[in-house]
C-alpha cells in the first residue's frame, strides 16, 4: 500500500544525539528521504557535501533566500541554515517519509506552511552537564562553539511543550526505540493513507 508523504520533524540541542538517531531510522525504514539541509558553517572533520549538508557561502545563501529557495531558514550559532522547499515538496510527492533535523526557529516556519504533515520530536540530554559532556567528546567544536551550543539549548528547551514528542537520549539503544516506534506510527495514521484508493482496491477484490 503506498503511503502518502509525511514529515517528521526533529529538534533538540546540538549534541543531543539526533544524528545518530535519525541513522538508525534509515536503517530500518524504507520510504525515507533525509533531508539535507544547506548551510554556511564549516566542514566538520568526517562531514559530506552532500550528504551532511550542503556547504555553501554566506553570499551563495543570501542569494538563496532572496530567490524563495528555502521552505525555512534560520540563523543558529552564527551560521545560516536552511530547508530546499523544492527537494521538500518533490519527496512529499513520491510518498515518502521526509525527515528534518532543524532548529526550534525552522519548526516554527515549518509549522506554519505545513502543519497538517508534519509529527514533531524534541530529543534532548538528560541534563545540560551531560550535554556539554558529549559535545567535548565528540570533540568537532571548539570550546567557545560549544560553550554557545550549551546556551542555546536553553532557549530551545523553553520550546520543547510546542512539540508533539519529546525524548530523552539516556541509553542510545532505548531513545532509538522510541523515535522509531514515532516515525512507524506517524506513517499509521489515517491522514498518511490514501484511504480512497484502498477502499476502491480492497472492494474490487471482492470474493464474489
Ligand atoms: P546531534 O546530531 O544532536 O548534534 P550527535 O548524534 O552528533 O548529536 O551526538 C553527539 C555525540 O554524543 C556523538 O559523539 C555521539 O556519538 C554521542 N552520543 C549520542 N547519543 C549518546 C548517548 N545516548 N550516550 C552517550 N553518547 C551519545
Ligand atoms: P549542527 O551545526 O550541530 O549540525 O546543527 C546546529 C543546529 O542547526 C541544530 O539544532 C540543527 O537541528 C539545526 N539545523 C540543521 N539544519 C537546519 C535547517 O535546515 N534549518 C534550521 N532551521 N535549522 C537547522
Redesign the pocket.
Known sequence: MKKKGTILLIS??????????IKELEKEIKDIYFSVSVTTRAKRDGEKEGIDYHFVSKDEFEKDIKDGYFLEWAKVHDNYYGTSLKHTIQAIDEGKLVVF?IDVQGFLQARKKLDDLITSVF?TTPSAKELKS??L??ATDSKETIQKRVQNAYNELALAHEYDYFIV????KN?KKELLSIAMASRAKTSSINLDNFIKEWSQLDIK
Request: hydrophobic residues 35%.
Open positions: 533538540g540541542p546540538s549534541g543531543a544525539g539526533k544524528s545518530s538517531m533535523d530529543i558529549r559535545l567528546k565528540r537520549n539516556d541509553i542510545l531513545a
